[in-house]
């Protein structure tokens, strides 16, 4: 698995940064996993081999959960999750041990988390919404595990810094602690997708409307980039905006980790029209662009953890 | 077959007398994401807007109706480079009205402006950047024009909900704005792209919950002597999708506008499988914004 990893980062685009050997973050499973449709939020099984991942309508009219297996080295073709597909469900995150996942759903209204176990003889168990005081009367998305089996999420529960923000439920006997802050990540503007690296030491994160914020020329969108905080004491740090080529003028999101901790997944929207182009764009030249995989839709990336870390200790 | 089980839905009931019709499937409306379609006033060329989604590039595009129906759209000689979107006629269609963020005196904005072009032997003059009294507003998005050349307008502050105001077109220039009443612009709502009838009697907009860009549903208001009725939700056209970008024919006769109407928004009762997933994405009615017309009756039907 690490070498298979290796093989990848050397076969992708290198450059020099800063002094550090600097990876283009390279494209997950193109055309199988990563099309011309919009997919985001890769989350693995923890032997590596099975991917669960978001495929959704640009506009977020229509969400499902699929998943891929990896055999003979190659990802095949992706089908439904067996508890997605009816409802609108997005955001899966994979525990430790491979038992659990908890998902973004609107199957019981506003957005929660659900959860399904693994059932006797395979499959999953029928999804259940997770309880109080997970969720709560507000809204809640993008869950992940962490090291030691506690859940962090993004929620508007009152008595936030902004509108979502960062939070973590530990274990409790059957049930969860009651959601703590994140602390020093939570702005008054908007932080969604928590991402916790195996060894428990490094945070990454999507916030929008912050000032170091990429934005491209002209009208001025915020879409949200990655930010990273490592672990100082039982706290997290002060957050780092994670420079090029993690982010780019277009939309971030939805970091994860690879259960052996070497590879960070992100979503990007990064894409063909980003920039202004040189020369009007004649219709034929923007129907290639928008039937291409970097058609601006989301698509899934990785990247080596190594890199993550430098930027986030500068 | 989802499509044509979709399309049947949104044409609501056989005995309704408003039937949404999608203006050239596969050609105008397609699985891109179109918006804004103007007709001129001979009705055989249609401006629209073509965007890659989430607003990282737009387009204006235009197609000519021809025996076999609406040709192969391209870009409009005037657009292709800058975020170019919303064109509008004015009745007379003399004028040409869209929303650019292109450069200001060789200046990149980082808003949108109007910008206007005047229809000459020649074709459309240059556009030029509409300044007083529009540039006093930050943020503008839309804007419409009567036959006797009373305006409206959108604006977007950064602290409060889009709002609508009113001037009129001078010798000279044009009057100081005037912000509409709330029986349009209603409290804690967006109210955006006003569009105009010819004779200044009723006005389409589109409005919905602060922010909320897609519950976005179409709205009617009457102008009689002097004043607004509350704002009516045009409920026979609308769908749970966002239903915008609204524009009525120089000849009164239709109403254009744009629905994200697709597969995602009709329950299900069961789990769609990757494969019907894949050809729905792909298809017309994948969620991205395709124009419909309906007869302006629709507009003062008030039995829905």
Known sequence: MVKRAMLVWLSGALCATRGTLSAQPVLFAPGVVSTPDYERSAAFTPDGDTVYFVKRSAEPYYSVICVSARVHGRWTTPRVAVFSGRYNDSDPAVSRDGRALVFMSTRGGAPHLWIVHRAAGGGWTAPEALPSPVNSDGAEMTPAFGPDGSLYFASTRPGGAGSFDLYVAHRDGHGWTTPASLGAPNSSGFEIGPAVSPDGTLLVFMSAGREDEMVGPGTSYSRGDLYASRKVGDAWGPPVHLPVPMNSAAAECCPSFSPDGETMYFTSERGFAMDTPERPFTWPAMETGLRSVLNGLGNIYAIPTRQVREAATR | ?304
């Open chain 2, 1 to 304: 077959m989802i499509a044509m089980v979709l399309v049947a839905a949104l044409a609501g009931s056989p005995d309704s007398l408003v039937r949404p019709e999608m203006v050239g499937p596969g050609v105008i409306s397609t699985e891109f994401n179109e918006f804004g379609g103007a007709l001129t006033l001979d009705g055989d060329t249609i401006y629209f807007s073509r965007s890659v989604p989430r607003s990282y590039a737009y387009a204006i595009l235009r197609s000519h109706r021809t025996a076999k129906g609406w040709s192969q759209p391209d870009v409009a000689p005037f657009s292709g480079r800058w975020r170019d979107h919303d064109p509008i006629l004015t009745p007379d269609g003399q004028r040409m009205y869209f929303l650019s963020d292109r450069p200001i005196d060789g200046v990149r904005p980082t808003t949108y402006h109007i910008w206007v072009m005047h229809r000459s032997a020649n074709g459309w003059s240059e556009p030029q950047v509409l300044g007083a009294p529009f540039n006093h507003f930050e943020f503008l998005w839309f804007i419409s024009e009567t036959r006797d050349g009373v305006v409206y307008f959108n604006v977007q502050p950064t602290d409060g909900p889009a709002r609508i105001y009113v001037t009129r077109r001078t010798e000279t220039g044009y009057s100081s704005p005037e912000l509409l009443p709330p029986e349009v612009n209603i409290p804690n709502w967006d109210a955006r792209e006003p569009y105009i009838a010819p004779d200044d009697s009723f006005m389409v907009f589109d409005a919905g919950p602060a922010n909320d860009v897609e519950a976005y549903d179409l709205y009617v208001s009457d102008h009689r002597d002097g004043r607004w009725t509350p704002a009516r939700k045009l409920t026979v056209l609308s769908t749970p999708t966002r239903d915008y970008s609204p524009r009525i024919t120089a000849d009164g006769r239709w109403l254009y506008y744009t629905s994200e109407h697709g597969f995602g928004d009709t329950p299900r009762d069961r789990a769609l499988t990757y494969p019907e997933i894949e050809q729905a994405l792909h298809s017309v009615l994948n969620g991205l914004g395709n124009i419909y017309r309906v007869p302006i009756a629709a507009v003062h039907d008030t039995s829905g």
